[in-house]
C-alpha cells in the first residue's frame, strides 16, 4: 500500500491537553422537565444557565460527552464584527436592528467574560479586519463606518501589526478564550444551578407542532418546552434545513517566529482567513483557520494544505503543531435562525449561527428563556426560523443538495477494494452493490450503506479526517460508520 497523506489529527488545540471526560450519567427509565434542551455546547448549556437562574427545572441531554462538540472545536474568537461585513448588515436589517444585533453580540461577551471569573484564559483584545490588497481601502473603510453605526469601537490602520497586511481597521474591546475550558466553567454552575445533565444520550428530533415527550438515550423525558441546540436544525423542518446549509472550516495551530500581536484577526478575502495567539502561555502558538466549503463537497486534505501554505507564506514557521476542522451551520440570508421553530409551539430552535457561534449561541440562550418565559423577542422576526431566508445563496445552496441526490440514480463507478490504499475510500459498485468502502487507517475494509439514514443524501469520504460526511444536511460518521455529528439519529448500515 501506498504511504497515506498526513491526516489531521481531528482534536482540537483546546482538547489536547484537557481530553473530553465523561462527568454525567446517560439517561435510563422516565424522566420529567419543565424544559428540555438537546446539545450541551455553549448554546445548550448557556440556555440552561439562563433559564435556571430564572427559576425554570432544566434538563441537558447531549449525544456524546460536554465538549465532544462544535463548542470546543472552534477558534475561540469572541468578536461582534458582522460576518457579511457591517454594511450589508445594515442594508439587510436597517441601521436600528443592525445595531441590536450587534449590541447583542457584545452583551454575549460581556457575559462570557463573567461567567468565565478568570477560569477560561479570556483576556480582551482587539480585533482587525484588513485586506492585503492597498486597493480595497475604499470598501475597508465605507465598512468601518458602517461599523462605527453599529455601536462599535473603530479606528483606521494603515499598519495593521500582521504579515502582508496593507490597510484595514480596529475593533476595540473584543475577546478571546479558551472554549474548552469555559465548557467546564459552564457545567459547574449549571451544576450549582440545579440543572439536571445526561451524556450520551441521544434525544429524537421533535417533529410534530407540539411535543411533550422523547426518546432519549434508553430511556423517555417528559416536558413542556424543549430546546433544540444542537447546532444544527434537528426538526422536521425541510425549509429550515435548506436556509442552513452545512460547512467546514479548517484550523491550524503553528508555532513561528515574530508572531503577529495578542488580536484577532480576519481578512477580506472569501472564504475569509482568521488568525490569533493561541494565548499568553504560548507566545509563539498562532491559530490560523480558512478554506471553508460544503460539508462532504470538498477536497479535505487540500483545504489542510492551504491552510498551511498561508502560513509558510507569511511566517517563519517552525513546526505544524495541531490541526483539526469544525462543522458550522451557514443561514443562506447571512441571518441566525433563532426562535420557535417553523410551525412549531413549543420547539425553540437556534441553528444557522455561522462561524460566529460562540457569540451568538450565548445570545440565543436570552432570547430563547425569554421565548419560553412569554415576552417579547429582540428581532424576533428577522430571526424568525419561519422565514424563508431566499437569497442567491439559497439557490445556490438548492442546487449542491439537488446534485446529491441525483447520485443515488447516476450510474456510479466501480471500486477496486483490494486497491484501496490505507485511508482511502470511496462510494461505488462493489460487486454489483451501491455502498460506501473505505480501508481505515489501520488497515481495516469497512463496507457500509452510502446513503445518509436522515433524509437520504448520499455520502461522500473525507480523507483529512477518515469520516463519512453527508453533503445534504451535514450528517457525520466514523469509517467504520458510527454516529458522529448533525441530523442523523443513527449509524450507518454494514454492508456484507
Known amino acids: 500500500m501506498n504511504n497515506p497523506k498526513p491526516l489531521i489529527t481531528c482534536k482540537s488545540w483546546w482538547m489536547k491537553d484537557n481530553p473530553i471526560a465523561r462527568r454525567f450519567e446517560a439517561l435510563a427509565g422516565l424522566h420529567s422537565t419543565e424544559v428540555l434542551i438537546i446539545g450541551g455546547g455553549i448554546t445548550g448549556l448557556t440556555t440552561a444557565i439562563e433559564l435556571a437562574e430564572r427559576g425554570h427545572v432544566v434538563t441537558v441531554c447531549d449525544a456524546q460527552a460536554i465538549g465532544a462538540g462544535t ?30 444585533y450587534t449590541s447583542l453580540r457584545l452583551a454575549a461577551i460581556d457575559a462570557i467574560e463573567r461567567r468565565s471569573a478568570g477560569e477560561a484564559d479570556f483576556a480582551r483584545v482587539s480585533a482587525y479586519q484588513y485586506s492585503e490588497n492597498g486597493n480595497d481601502g475604499a470598501e475597508l473603510r465605507e465598512n468601518m463606518d458602517a461599523a462605527r453605526q453599529l455601536g462599535l469601537s473603530v479606528s483606521w490602520c494603515d499598519n495593521v501589526p500582521i504579515s502582508r497586511a496593507a490597510c484595514g481597521y480596529r475593533i476595540a474591546n473584543m475577546a478571546r478564550f479558551d472554549c474548552r475550558k ?25 417533529t410534530e407542532e407540539q411535543v411533550t415527550s422523547l426518546s432519549a438515550g434508553d430511556g423517555n423525558v417528559k416536558f413542556e418546552h424543549v430546546v433544540c441546540a444542537t447546532h444544527c436544525s434537528f426538526t422536521s423542518g425541510n425549509l429550515l434545513y435548506a436556509a442552513t446549509p452545512p460547512y467546514q472550516s479548517y484550523i491550524v495551530v503553528a508555532k513561528v517566529h515574530r508572531p503577529p500581536d ?21 507566545e509563539s502558538l498562532i491559530l490560523v483557520g480558512g478554506c471553508d466549503h460544503r460539508t462532504g463537497t470538498g477536497d479535505s486534505v487540500k483545504a489542510m494544505e492551504c491552510v498551511e501554505d498561508w502560513i509558510h507564506q507569511r511566517f ?57 418565559e412569554g415576552k417579547k423577542i429582540a428581532l424576533e422576526d428577522a430571526f424568525s426560523p419561519n422565514r424563508m431566508a ?33 485511508g482511502e475510500g470511496h462510494v461505488g459498485k462493489v460487486d454489483g452493490q451501491h455502498v460506501a468502502v473505505c480501508r481505515d487507517v489501520d488497515g481495516c475494509i469497512h463496507t457500509l450503506d452510502p446513503i445518509c439514514p436522515h433524509m437520504g443524501g448520499v455520502l461522500h469520504w473525507n480523507e483529512a479526517e477518515q469520516t463519512w460526511d453527508c453533503p445534504l444536511h451535514g450528517g457525520r460518521f466514523t469509517a467504520s460508520g458510527k454516529r458522529m455529528y448533525g441530523p442523523p439519529e443513527s449509524d450507518l448500515k454494514t454492508i456484507t
Open 262 to 282: 495578542d488580536a484577532l484577526f480576519w481578512d477580506n478575502s472569501d472564504p475569509y482567513y482568521y488568525v490569533r495567539r493561541v494565548g499568553e502561555d504560548h
Open 71 to 100: 463548542t470546543a472545536g472552534s477558534s475561540a474568537h469572541l468578536d461582534a464584527h458582522p460576518e457579511i461585513t457591517p454594511r450589508n448588515l445594515i442594508d439587510t436589517l436597517g441601521p436600528d436592528d443592525a445595531a441590536v
Open 182 to 206: 469555559y465548557l467546564s466553567r459552564l457545567v459547574d454552575i449549571a451544576v450549582d444551578l440545579g440543572v439536571t445533565i445526561f451524556e450520551k444520550t441521544l434525544v429524537a428530533g421533535p
Open 390 to 422: 431566499l437569497s442567491k445563496d439559497w439557490l445556490l445552496e438548492q442546487g449542491t443538495a439537488a446534485a446529491n441526490l441525483a447520485e443515488r440514480v447516476w450510474p456510479a463507478s466501480s471500486v477496486s477494494v483490494k486497491d484501496l490504499d490505507d
Open 316 to 372: 517563519e514557521v517552525q513546526s505544524i503543531v495541531q490541526r483539526w476542522s469544525a462543522e458550522f451551520f451557514e443561514p443562506t440570508d447571512g441571518l441566525p435562525m433563532i426562535g420557535l421553530g417553523p410551525g412549531k409551539k413549543n420547539i425553540w430552535v437556534a441553528t444557522g449561527l455561522s462561524g460566529v457561534g460562540l457569540t451568538l449561541g450565548t445570545a440565543a440562550a436570552t432570547l430563547i428563556a425569554d421565548g419560553i
